[in-house]
């Protein structure tokens, strides 16, 4: 274990204790064209599944896991493992694993209105992103801690924290350039055998994340306005 996996310890049981927390205030003609301009970009992310076999820079896709992992989370447990897979069998193995899980799934165990609700979305159980994109990114939530001496700590707000995390994630990848799917195959038990993740940890998204293949294509899709969204009280 680094030096730096050493840093951080659990704050479980420990008094509080507060620090000065004073960031500077930023003008308002300057939040609100900021503002402005972050919710332009973000209307422009769409989710890919043609990447380009393009290298992209390893830094950003390391930049943006340390965004996702700034998250707020349920006792500030943090209880994500972001897995960046750069070995090409052991993606080959993810992909072959998942497009038969995905086989499964086409075939019916979805249920018909599932697979109605897919259909717009022109999927199917060939994940070539899987393999195609230079990057791929599967994130674990820990359900627990495991401690040195083998004993556990139950986290809280798993799923909540973990899903922040990942949203965090696809906008720090955006907002740097690079496009990114969130694939979930079911069951992806396969991908704590693959990776050989712990037993408290359990697979949660995986990301292929790149460049889109200059012949990509998404599906002609329309966002809910924000009347249709927000709710003013």
Not at 40 to 51: A, K, L, N, S, Y
Not at 114 to 128: H, M, N, Q, S, Y
Not at 153 to 158: E, G, S
Not at 166 to 191: C, D, E, N, Q
């Amino acid at each position: 274990m680094t030096e730096a996996a050493r840093a951080w310890t659990p704050t479980h049981g420990d008094p509080y204790r507060a620090v000065p927390y004073r960031p500077a205030r930023i003008p308002a003609a300057e939040s609100l064209a900021r503002a402005a301009e972050l919710r332009e970009r973000m209307d422009g992310r769409r989710t890919v599944r043609q990447f380009s076999t393009d290298p992209a820079p390893e830094q950003v896709v390391r930049d943006a896991i340390a965004c996702a992992a700034t998250a707020p989370s349920g006792a500030h447990q943090q209880p994500w493992t972001f897995v960046l897979v750069k070995d090409a069998d052991v993606r080959r193995r993810i992909r072959a694993a998942a497009e038969e899980e995905e086989r499964v799934s086409y075939e019916g165990r979805l249920g018909e209105e599932w697979l109605a609700a897919l259909r717009p979305l022109g999927t199917d159980a060939v994940k070539p992103h899987l393999t195609d994109a230079p990057h791929l990114i599967v994130v674990f939530q820990q359900r627990h801690r495991l401690g040195e001496d083998g004993s556990k700590r139950k986290h809280y707000y798993v799923d909540e924290s973990v899903g922040i995390a990942v949203g965090m994630l696809l906008s720090a990848l955006h907002l740097s350039g690079l496009a990114a799917l969130v694939h979930t195959p079911s069951p992806m038990r396969f991908l704590r055998e693959v990776l050989g993740r712990p037993a408290n940890e359990k697979a949660f998204a995986v990301i292929p994340v790149g460049y889109p293949a200059e012949d990509c294509e998404v599906p002609a899709l329309t966002r809910k306005s924000l009347d249709q969204v927000l709710v003013e009280v």
